[in-house]
């Protein structure tokens, strides 16, 4: 059984920055993914940013809305995946959750980021 835990939501600006921060509590193998997505009230979770692992696919991908603002890190030896968040946007808020699969996919409980205009 894995687990994650997410940290590091809060309330930003417009044009500020938060860093995200998710540990796995069991082993999330080098390749298999590991990544971000968020929610808004009325509308289906949302791919942000995921990190597919290290086994010779597409290793990075991005939603396009956050493309050049967003950066996703992965340290694998600590289980661990941060996505850094840039030139916030109001409608970048959401309830963000960190994703990865281990054998099957498990789920973060959720950080708020709210950007006020």
């Known amino acids: 059984q894995v687990q994650l835990v997410e940290s590091g939501g809060g309330l930003v600006q417009a044009g500020g920055s938060l860093i995200l921060s998710c540990v796995a509590s069991?082993?999330?193998?080098?390749?298999?993914?590991l990544g971000w997505y968020r929610q808004v009230p009325g509308k289906q979770r949302e791919l942000v940013a995921v990190?597919?692992?290290?086994?010779?696919?597409?290793?990075?991908v991005y939603a396009d809305s956050v493309k050049g603002r967003f950066t996703i890190s992965r340290d694998n030896a600590k289980n661990r995946v941060e996505l850094n968040m840039g030139s916030l946007y109001p409608e970048d808020t959401g309830v963000y959750y960190c994703?990865?699969?281990?054998?099957?996919?498990?789920w973060g409980q959720g950080t708020q980021v709210t950007v006020s205009s």
């Open positions: 994703y990865g699969h281990g054998g099957l996919d498990y």
């Open positions: 069991g082993r999330i193998f080098s390749t298999k993914p």
């Open positions: 990190d597919n692992g290290d086994n010779g696919g597409v290793r990075i």
